[in-house]
């Protein structure tokens, strides 16, 4: 499975992004997709992910600005991202891991919030 994120790019303080994840290949099974981001000189952090049966889990830094969501059909998870601020700022990555074994990543799209 490949995973191809994209919609980052440069956003004002404020203001909103929509990240999406396409899947090379339909996801079965019970799985979680995932949003992790990288900040400058950090490691790599958890974000928000939904399960198959639609539970979410956001990271308290972007609970009530960000909305995880996946479609139907299990091939594309999306990361609608609100009133955006400068710590935002980071390389998202999508991440999808299936029966608890089989984890895939996508190359990661940049994300950059002006002051």
Wanted: glycine fraction near 12%; hydrophobic fraction near 35%.
């Amino acid at each position: 499975v490949q995973l191809q994120a994209s919609g980052g790019g440069l956003v004002q303080s404020g203001g909103s992004l929509r990240l999406s994840c396409a899947a090379s290949e339909s996801i079965f099974g019970i799985n979680v997709k995932r949003w992790y981001r990288q900040a400058p000189g950090k490691p790599r952090a958890f974000v928000a992910s939904v399960t198959s049966d639609g539970r979410t889990t956001y990271d308290y830094s972007v609970q009530g600005r960000f909305t995880i969501s996946r479609d139907g059909v299990g091939n594309t998870v999306s990361l609608q991202m609100n009133s955006l601020k400068s710590e935002d700022t980071a390389v998202y990555y999508c991440n999808v891991l299936v029966h608890g074994i089989y984890e895939y990543w996508g190359q990661g799209t940049l994300v950059t919030v002006s002051s």
